[in-house]
Nanobody, 127 residues
Framework: QVQLVESGGGSVQAGGSLRLSCVSS????????MAWFRQAPGKERGAVAG???????DYAVSVKGRFTISQDNAKNTLYLQMNNLQPEDTATYYC?????????????????????WGQGTQVTVSS
């Protein structure tokens, strides 16, 4: 069973930064498609950023230019660098993994496409 373990969440003021990490138990995330999703209280879980085979990336419009997704294959770790955080970024952040990456640019943000999920890490941004 795949395990994804997130860390790095916390509380910051608006304009601050955080870096989330997600360690995967799979043999190598370099052959996986990974993504970050988030869920605020009372809202549906939505896509934040995705990365295919450690190279191609895409972002939700709301975070483009502020967040950066990356991975370290040697550490089997996925990252999300979040800069200029705003109160609307407050949510629980989840990393997710899938092996099938067909039509990735059209499917990376689809929640149901991911079979493996972490337990989530809370990010709280105060104004």
């Amino acid at each position: 069973q795949v395990q994804l373990v997130e860390s790095g969440g916390g509380s910051v003021q608006a304009g601050g930064s955080l870096r989330l990490s997600c360690v995967s138990s799979t043999p190598s995330i370099s052959v996986d498609c990974m993504a970050w999703f988030r869920q605020a209280p009372g809202k549906e879980r939505g896509a934040v950023a995705g990365i295919m085979y450690g190279s191609d990336t895409d972002y939700a419009v709301s975070v483009k230019g502020r967040f950066t997704i990356s991975q370290d294959n040697a550490k089997n770790t996925l990252y999300l660098q979040m800069n200029n955080l705003q109160p609307e970024d407050t949510a629980t952040y989840y990393c997710a993994r899938k092996r099938v990456c067909d039509n990735w640019y059209y499917t990376w943000a689809q929640l149901y496409a991911y079979a493996d999920w972490g337990q989530g890490t809370q990010v709280t941004v105060s104004s």
